[in-house]
């Protein structure tokens, strides 16, 4: 009887963790979709202050827990990536509400959003030199975000008083990084939808349905 309890107290259960991948890339990736509508103009760009909303929400705080998530799980990528797209979508929203409250000018947040995604494609760019060892599926998310924010550094940035800038006028000059965009967001998707469905398969002893082709070989122990 005491040999059966030594040797279960010296069991070790191991529990699977979670991916919170999923979560991290659908705020994003959903937050993406309808800025892009609005920059696609489906909508008046007038009524784009509504992205308060799901920037402020879906893409700040969901992405937040999922980089405080992956930081928990050891994943320095994840964690960094997702911890600094929050803090993306927070800033636009914190902008915004800016405007609403009288605080800061159109023009003046044109400008810090214009700034933003300079800085958040540099970055944007060493993730996806990084992804060169992870999956096809994520490389290509990474680059086309990579061209989304470039396509918005450009216009506004160099916005004028007038509403003019290097691709033309505004919101027209913003239809470019919203097509990207749009197609960045079907890319988060597919990463998504991969990690949640191939799991639950996995967990069943299938292999995954959806693949994302990975980018290296695993060592062979």
């Known amino acids: 009887m005491l040999e059966s309890i030594e040797i279960m107290a010296s069991t070790t259960v191991t529990i699977k963790k979670a991916d919170p991948t999923a979560l991290g890339i659908f705020s994003y990736g959903f937050s993406l979709l309808i800025l892009s509508i609005y920059a696609m103009g489906f909508y008046p760009w007038s009524e784009s202050i509504v992205m308060i909303a799901p920037a402020l929400v879906f893409g700040g705080v969901f992405l937040l827990v999922a980089a405080n998530w992956e930081y928990n799980n050891g994943n320095t990528f994840g964690a960094t990536a997702f911890g600094t797209y929050s803090a993306f979508f927070l800033t636009f929203a914190v902008a915004h509400i800016g405007i609403v409250?009288?605080?800061?000018?159109?023009?003046?947040?044109?400008?810090?959003?214009?700034?933003?995604?300079?800085a958040f494609a540099v970055m944007t760019f060493f993730y996806w030199m990084g992804s060169f060892k992870m999956n096809l599926a994520l490389n290509l998310t990474l680059l086309f975000l990579l061209i989304t924010f470039i396509l918005y550094a450009i216009p506004l940035t160099s916005l004028s008083s007038s509403m003019t800038s290097l691709m033309g006028k505004i919101p027209d000059a913003l239809k470019p990084a919203g097509y990207v965009g749009f197609v960045d967001s079907l890319f988060t998707m597919w990463v998504g939808a991969a990690v949640v469905i191939n799991d639950r398969w996995e967990l069943?002893?299938?292999?995954?349905?959806?693949?994302?082709?990975?980018?290296?070989?695993?060592?062979?122990?």
Do not use: Q
């Open 101 to 118: 409250a009288g605080w800061f000018s159109s023009l003046e947040v044109a400008h810090l959003i214009g700034l933003l995604a300079v």
């Open 204 to 221: 069943a002893g299938l292999k995954g349905p959806i693949p994302t082709y990975p980018l290296t070989k695993r060592k062979s122990k």
